[in-house]
Structure formats: structure tokens, C-alpha cells
């Protein structure tokens, strides 16, 4: 009697499994751009704040932030057996809406690996609202870069956690003023093309420049020591 309870018991765990949706976490970001753009109904949820996707947004998206007492009003509006994308900047907001998802019984879902830093980056569209005047030209970049022996941009977002926990390594090396070295901040929301076309599929990224050529790139967080080896360590390098 035990031994048939407890093969009841399993064989209805594992149905359970086998029904329970998860998330996607095996697909690249060329994966889901076809998934995209294979099937029109198909779900992209940008879980980013509302100021956020008013500046700029993947084509189609719809905005569900999760801190709009509201939002579940959206997600009941939704098609459940539709394949439905979210993303963030990162994973932290995009994977979070994700799991509620799944919560709700969404069959399939998937975080856009990378966000939309990657999404950019990788050269994919993307509506853009930035006011005319803020973005910088390809141009004034490439002044930028050979302004100063040496130029460090810092390529990020208000918007991004991992930004805000780089800024004040970035603050510490303005105040050590480091002889030649000039350093440029760019908001990531207000160059998307900038981003496209310097290849910046994360936010924050680091691009130290000698002579305007590019000679290191980091991206994610770095100790401030460590920052000034990588800086100190380059200063020689002449520019062929």
C-alpha cells in the first residue's frame, strides 16, 4: 500500500513538472530576434520604468513595470499561449517580471538575454525618442576620443544599478586628476545609435582611448586600483 501511494505520489510530481511552464534561458539574442520577428504575436514586455521605455523601447513592446500598483491589470489583458519576451537593461527587472509570468500560467517565456543594452548593440531596431540636440554625431565622437592623449568613456545609464555602483570608482579617478587623461560620460538612452555602432552590448562599458585609438575596454564593475593600472599601463602605447 506504502509503495503504491508513493508511486501515485511521484507520477503526479512529475506531471506536475512536466506541465509547469519555466523559463527560456537557453536561447541567444540572434535566437530570439527571429523568434521575434517569425511570429506577430509574439509578447515584448519592457519592464523598465515608465520614464524609461518613454525615451526609448523595442519595436512593438509594451510597458509593464512592476513598481505600477496597475501593472497586473496589463498582464490580464494578454494572450497566456503566446510566446511573451521581457527584458530590462540587465536581468534583474526583466527576470522578475518574468516569474510573475510564469505565476500568471504563461506557457512560454523568455528573457531577452542581455537586455536592451545587448538588443542595441547587437545593431537590432529600436523607437527612439531622444530630443533632437542630445545625442551625439559619429563626428563629435571621434573629436571626443582624440581630445586628450588620453580619453576614458564611460558608456552608461542613470537608469542602470551596476552604473550606479561604477560611479563612484569613476568620481574617485576625477579626483585623483590623472596627468592627459580626460574623461567623457555618456547616457547610454540618449545615444543608441553611438552604442550600435561602437558595439556596446552592456552597460556600464569603459573605452580608454590613447591618441584616439582604442586600447582597452572593460564591461561590469572595476575596483578603482584596478582601473588605474589599466589606465597607467597603457599610457605608453603610441597609436600605429
Not at 582611448?209 to 572593460?218: A, P
Amino acid at each position: 500500500m506504502k509503495t503504491l501511494l508513493y508511486t501515485t505520489l511521484t507520477l503526479f510530481a512529475s506531471f506536475a513538472a512536466y506541465c509547469q511552464p519555466s523559463v527560456k534561458a537557453d536561447l541567444t539574442l540572434a535566437e530570439v530576434t527571429a523568434k521575434i520577428n517569425g511570429n506577430p504575436k509574439v509578447q515584448v514586455l519592457d519592464a523598465r520604468s515608465a520614464e524609461e521605455f518613454a525615451q526609448n523601447h523595442l519595436p512593438g513592446a509594451i510597458n509593464v513595470d512592476l513598481t505600477n500598483p496597475d501593472h497586473q491589470a496589463i498582464l490580464d489583458h494578454l494572450d497566456k499561449s503566446q510566446p511573451t519576451f521581457t527584458y530590462a537593461i540587465g536581468g534583474g527587472r526583466s527576470g522578475q517580471l518574468a516569474a510573475q509570468l510564469l505565476t500568471n500560467h504563461f506557457a512560454e517565456v523568455h528573457v531577452i538575454p542581455g537586455g536592451i543594452a545587448n538588443w542595441i548593440g547587437s545593431g537590432n531596431p529600436i523607437v527612439n525618442h531622444t530630443k533632437a540636440g542630445v545625442a551625439i554625431s559619429s563626428e563629435s565622437y571621434q573629436a571626443l576620443s582624440h581630445s586628450d592623449p588620453l580619453v576614458l568613456v564611460d558608456f552608461g545609464s542613470k537608469f542602470c544599478p551596476g552604473c550606479r555602483r561604477l560611479a563612484p570608482v569613476i568620481d574617485s579617478l576625477e579626483s585623483a586628476k590623472i596627468s592627459q587623461l580626460k574623461i567623457v560620460r555618456i547616457e547610454a538612452y540618449d545615444n543608441p545609435d553611438l552604442g550600435q555602432q561602437l558595439g556596446i552590448q552592456a552597460w556600464p562599458t569603459l573605452v580608454l582611448y590613447n591618441s584616439g585609438k582604442e586600447v582597452w575596454r572593460n564591461t561590469g564593475f572595476i575596483e578603482s586600483g584596478a582601473l588605474q593600472n589599466a589606465i597607467e599601463s597603457r599610457r605608453l602605447l603610441v597609436a600605429k
